[in-house]
């Protein structure tokens, strides 16, 4: 169990900011940061991340998903989300619902933008898009 978050019967808190930050493994971290503790909270059911996408990129690519369905909100910054072709304005503590089939990729205002990701946890139910939104 990570440093900092403490179990009992029922529960596990976790500051998320004490997870790895996976982004600087894959190539990524000039882009984003991107945390997911899932395992760390001993989360069965509930997929989470937590990814602040520096100003001006984007993630590395898009995705969508077979039957899982998530729910983005933006905690900090301001940015777009690409949905399906469609270019979506996001501000702080805009929530947005996005339903499994649709592709969808965030790219960051010139202040960045800080996005908390959850929805079921659903192994290999995802699919990387990489040429979506260039």
């Not at 179990?7 to 790895?20: A, C, H, I, K, S």
């Not at 190539?27 to 395992?39: I, K, N, Q, S, T």
């Not at 001006?56 to 998903?65: E, F, I, N, S, T």
């Amino acid at each position: 169990m990570a440093s900092g978050s403490q179990q009992g019967p029922d529960y596990t808190r976790l500051n998320l900011l004490e997870v790895e930050d996976l982004a600087p493994r894959f190539g990524y971290g000039e882009l984003l940061a991107a945390r997911f503790p899932g395992g760390a909270l001993e989360a069965r059911e509930t997929g989470l991340s937590l990814q602040h996408l520096r100003p001006g990129r984007k993630q590395p690519y898009g995705h969508r998903h077979e039957r899982a369905e998530e729910i983005y909100v933006v905690l900090e910054g301001s940015g777009r989300v690409c949905l399906d072709g469609e270019v979506v304005e996001l501000q702080r503590f805009d929530a947005l619902r996005v339903a499994p089939q649709v592709a969808r990729r965030f790219e960051a205002g010139p202040e960045g933008m800080t996005l908390l990701a959850f929805g079921p946890r659903r192994q290999g139910d995802g699919e990387v898009l990489p040429d979506f939104w260039p």
